[in-house]
């Protein structure tokens, strides 16, 4: 599974959009790139995945460039609830059996601001 | 509304003593997962299992060994507890739609050894 790299921390004020990078230069061409949050004292809740289209539900945006060797996590509207650590991930896409298995990084912690 | 529940939030043990984290999940899930986290180490996945009785190491299994005999139920066993296993334990179930990713994750255990 292709390696990830994020910034450690970063701050949005609240109402604006938080744009949360990710490289993963080693991406490989059947991997997805997939998005987890933790809140303070929570397990980790998942947001979004994609492979090389931008992809939208209704808790963010997935924006992956076009060589898929970066990717951006979008929150339109941050509110202090957001406050969390982001996890991007890759890895090949899910199959049966011993497969399903995610590697977590130590993400970026998204300080929402007032 | 899915649920993953795990036994204990809080737990407190003494060294060497035999220790078990169960973790129930109510989706009909295949597969589940057992990860530790650290502060500066993120998530760490110790075993997971995707079919009942099946079980494959994760990254750092040693120390821990895991039962599934029910397919809502995995356990996580701690044979003989050390000051080094301390930590945040999360288990996790996985997948609702094979087409999508997403991991539903316990409220986690903080397992103290002293």
Same mark, same amino acid.
């Given at each position: ?114 | 509304?899915? @649920? ?5 939030? &809080?737990? +407190?043990? %003494?060294?060497?003593?035999?220790? !078990? ?35 494959? @190491? ?5 120390? &821990?060994? +895991?039962? %599934?005999?029910?397919?809502?139920? !995995? ?40």
């Amino acid at each position: 599974d292709a390696k990830t790299t994020q910034p450690p921390s970063m701050d949005c004020a609240e109402g604006r959009a938080a744009n949360l990078p990710c490289n993963h230069s080693t991406i490989s061409g059947n991997e997805y790139v997939y998005w987890y949050r933790q809140i303070h004292s929570q397990g980790p809740q998942y947001i979004i995945h994609g492979l090389k289209n931008n992809e939208t539900n209704e808790m963010a945006s997935l924006i992956i460039t076009e060589d898929r060797k970066s990717s951006t996590l979008i929150l339109p509207h941050a509110t202090l609830r957001d406050t969390a650590v982001y996890y991007c991930i890759v890895r090949g896409k899910l199959y049966g059996g011993a497969t399903n298995k995610l590697i977590f990084g130590t993400g970026t912690l998204l300080a929402v601001q007032p | 509304d899915v @649920k993953v529940t795990q036994s204990s939030r &809080y737990l +407190v043990k %003494r060294t060497g003593e035999k220790v !078990f984290l169960e973790c129930v999940q109510d989706m009909d899930h295949e597969n589940m997962f057992w990860y530790r986290q650290d502060p500066g180490l993120g998530l760490r996945l110790i075993y997971f299992s995707y079919d009942v009785k099946m079980k494959e @190491k994760g990254d750092i299994p040693e120390g &821990y060994s +895991v039962s %599934r005999e029910k397919k809502e139920r !995995f356990s996580l066993i701690l044979e003989s507890a050390s000051t080094n296993q301390t930590s945040m334990y999360l288990c996790a179930s996985c997948c609702r739609d094979r087409r999508i990713p997403e991991q539903y994750f316990g409220p986690g255990t903080r397992l103290t050894v002293t």
